[in-house]
């Protein structure tokens, strides 16, 4: 695998696909037997060599399930407790930077006795940043939070990535999380890679099925705010050319809102639908690919392209009776979609 040296990468996959073990391996925690690991020009691992740098020795910042302070100090010493360890020559992140993003100033002086769960964990971060690492590993961050937490702190986790643009490598099994926040989807199951790449591509293969969660299946679209349509109690959202309608959100104009599309949700016609329809998401489409056709059961996946790849799951029969083939021209029926944010937060099984 290659991961991008930018974004959040997420590992993701049910309990025991092998999430924790490549986390621990990357950061040096664990010496994988055959592994083979560089971090752009920098090689931390080469068993063919006998190559491996230890943990220690690693520009990276890790982040476990829980804060893990140190309770004899106040915050601000646990913060700076990395960057007065870190050689002058190369501190890139502050601490007023940190407290900052991570909305923290005001904690310094209290011991972590008595931070929330939410406080504890954004101290924990901007511990791990005060190393001014370059890679920032995050074990499940959030899996001892409960949902309000979860929500209040997942908005600093992106914009630590925007503002200091150090890569993340995630580690999560939380479907709410994971569609937050990931740029680049690694989905693991029993130890191998499923599918990895951009997450605008990686829920929309076709050959996924029966080995993901079914849930995921269709796209995944990142929006911003267009207006807002009071009188209806709508939003519309702005995707490349298209516009959508959604249920009404509490959002400015010009706000990003990422979605999910289940490809269950989408149904195809072949023809203009002139306004002859209920459905208010229509999307003008290319048959890209069409799904195996010797797979059990009665439905078959379209692979779509609306400016990005999407799926659509029909039945056999609608696929004969249309005669769809690649490269043919359809219309794309969204009958209904998901903001991200909105997301049970429930873990893939």
Known sequence: MEFPGQGVTVLFGPSGSGKTTLLRCLSGLERSPEGLFKFGDATWQDEARD???????RPIGLVFQEPRLFGH???RSNLLYGFNRTPESERRIFLDQVTEILGIAHLLDRRPKFLSGGEGQRVAIGRALLTSPRLLLM??????????????????????????????????????????????????????VVANGPVETVFSQLGLRGQIDPTLMGAVFDTTVEDHEPEFGLTRLRFMDHLL????????VGRPIRIHIHSNDVSIATSSPNNQTSVLNILAAEVIEVGPLDAPGYSVDIKLNVGQPML??????????????PGQKVYAHIKALKMVHEWDDHPMQ
Do not use: W
């Not at 659509?312 to 696929?319: D, E, F, H, Q, V």
């Open 139 to 192: 074990d499940e961050p959030l899996a001892s939070l409960d949902q309000q937490r979860k929500r209040e702190i997942l908005p600093y986790i992106r914009r630590l990535q925007n503002e200091l643009k150090i890569p993340i490598i995630y580690v999560s099994h939380s479907l709410g999380e994971v569609l937050q926040l990931v740029d680049t989807m690694v989905l693991l199951k029993q130890g191998q």
């Open 73 to 75: 100090l106040n915050v």
């Open 312 to 325: 659509a799951t029909i039945t056999r029969k609608s696929l004969a009776r249309l005669g769809i083939v």
């Open 245 to 252: 309608h959604v249920p009404k959100q509490e959002a400015e």
């Open 51 to 57: 190559i491996f740098i230890p943990v220690h020795k």
